[in-house]
């Protein structure tokens, strides 16, 4: 089984300042990975995802996240946040070895603060 | 306009009553999944479906049931078994679990409380 990992449960940052939030996973095979939002209850959003290809992938918002396969990571960016983009945060890998289910990590909770 | 649709999104029910959660997707889906979000704990995955009149178990799978008798839909029923079924209850859909062809596609949630 897939695990993923989630290093941080809580990332408070100030508005127009850079962040990162980070995600491993355990693997060995080939995999796919995606990172998702989710605002106070709601479901979850994609906001992107890497199947294959380029190691730095764009998505929605101004995030973005790269593949590193050497240190199974895949972390997410954004240069600089908005009051917005506070939300709950998740990282999930799937891999074809697993009949493709879909791992998810513990999620962090991104705070930006005015 | 595509997507999934989940009701109630609130519902409360009384200690040793049954509940059915409802699911309904227009998007063409062959799979979908019911997963259970607990603070602190992320998505842990109830029941899927990868075919009309077939489905699985998830990782916590007692104490729910689920029918798969449509392609459109997939109604998860929170039984008096369960233990501890307060929860965020949210119901995804993907292309095809055969092969991957991309992401899962997520309702909105129901949050059910037992009071």
């Known amino acids: 089984a897939q695990s993923v990992t989630q290093l941080d449960s809580q990332v408070p940052v100030f508005e127009e300042a850079p962040v990162e939030l980070r995600c491993n996973y355990s693997?060995?095979?080939?995999?796919?990975l995606f990172w998702y939002v989710q605002y106070p209850n709601q479901g979850l959003q994609l906001l992107l995802k890497?199947?294959?290809?380029?190691?730095l992938v764009k998505g929605i918002n101004g995030f973005e996240a790269e593949f590193n396969k050497s240190q199974t990571s895949f972390h997410l960016r954004k240069p600089s946040v908005h009051i917005s983009d506070t939300a709950e945060y998740f990282c999930a890998v799937s891999a074809w070895n697993t009949g493709n289910q879909f791992y998810f990590g513990t999620g962090t909770s991104l705070t930006v603060i005015p | 306009d595509g997507g999934i649709t989940q009701s109630p999104k609130y519902l409360f029910r009384k200690e040793g009553q049954n509940v059915t959660l409802s699911c309904e997707q227009n998007l063409n889906h062959d799979a979908m999944y019911w997963y259970r979000q607990d603070p602190g704990q992320g998505l842990r995955l109830i029941y899927y479906?990868?075919?009309?009149?077939?489905?699985q178990k998830g990782d916590i799978a007692e104490g729910y049931s689920v029918s798969r008798e449509k392609k459109e839909s997939f109604p998860l029923t929170v039984t008096s078994a369960q233990k501890n079924p307060t929860a965020f209850y949210l119901c995804?859909?993907?292309?095809?679990?055969?092969?991957?062809?991309?992401?899962?596609?997520f309702g909105e949630g129901s949050r059910l409380t037992v009071l």
């Open positions: 479906s990868q075919i009309v009149n077939d489905f």
């Open positions: 890497y199947l294959s290809g380029s190691t």
């Open positions: 693997s060995s095979v080939s995999v796919y």
């Open positions: 995804a859909s993907s292309m095809s679990r055969d092969r991957m062809t991309g992401e899962l596609f």
